[in-house]
């Protein structure tokens, strides 16, 4: 393994989460595609789908507890619905983690650019009036919640992400959850989430170990800056990033299907 190809690697992590801290994502959405093309591209490695997906559960893992750790203050996290979410995606991704070894690369790409296609859509979707709600008196339906996150769990265990990508979409569209309250919490039910992915990964020898900790540094690096920065940017503009973030992937994901 050479310098080019750690190097390539440990940017792609800092990348991915950066964006993830500062937008309340696990990364998997950015990492998955950029690992799967750009070593390939730049001529200095190549990933399985399977490898791709393992490496990505790790890295989610850590850039999630840096994100939460510093939203830790200031009653952006929502227990209640960390709770109810986070226990069923849980449930979730380990079923799509074991899952997915008996499923072919193909599969789990099409998984994916589905999940990334939904949020799109869900993205673009306008949502009026949720950042006027003060944070001690947000509402929610805890069991559509945990509906919707044990089916989110099944998708992110399966690619190995922790789900946020689509997460973020339902609990600002459908749960009507204001942003920043959404960006943090959903860190926290993402962290939740990768630890079934990642037993997943790791019971099926689906995690590549060097790639992983390059990673790992990466995210333990880069996710409290992100997120420290995404306090301090306007709340639609989050909005957006994510949505083209996530437009730019899906269709990079359905050419590459197609």
């Not at 730049?42 to 989610?60: D, R």
């Not at 099944?154 to 959850?177: D, R």
Request: glycine residues 12%.
């Amino acid at each position: 393994m050479d310098i080019s190809f750690i190097i390539t690697i440990f940017l792609i992590g800092f990348v991915g989460s950066f964006i993830s801290g500062m937008l309340g994502i696990g990364g998997a959405i950015i990492n998955f595609p950029m690992l799967l093309y750009i070593p390939v591209l730049l001529g200095v490695g190549q990933f399985t789908a399977h490898e791709v997906s393992g490496i990505t559960a790790i890295q989610v893992f850590f850039s999630t507890i840096g994100g939460v750790w510093a939203y830790r203050k200031g009653g952006f996290l929502n227990k209640s619905l960390i709770v109810y979410m986070g226990i069923s995606i849980l449930l979730g991704s380990l079923i799509g983690g074991f899952g997915s070894t008996h499923m072919p690369e193909s599969g789990i790409n099409i998984v994916y650019g589905i999940l990334a296609l939904m949020a799109v859509i869900m993205m673009f979707v306008p949502k009026k009036g949720i950042d006027d709600i003060p944070l001690d008196q947000v509402k929610f339906n805890k069991w559509l919640a945990a509906l919707f996150a044990f089916i989110v769990g099944i998708g992110a265990g399966i690619v190995g992400a922790g789900g946020a990508f689509l997460l973020v979409p339902i609990m600002l569209t459908l749960l009507k959850i204001p942003t920043r309250m959404t960006i943090a919490s959903s860190l926290a039910i993402t962290l939740i989430s990768s630890i079934g992915a990642i037993t997943g990964k790791f019971s099926t020898g689906q995690v590549a170990i060097l790639p992983s900790l390059i990673m790992v540094a990466a995210s333990l690096l880069a996710s409290p800056l992100g997120a420290n920065a995404g306090k301090r940017v306007n709340t639609k503009v989050l909005q957006m990033i994510m949505g083209i973030l996530i437009l730019a992937t899906a269709v990079k994901t359905w050419i590459e299907i197609l």
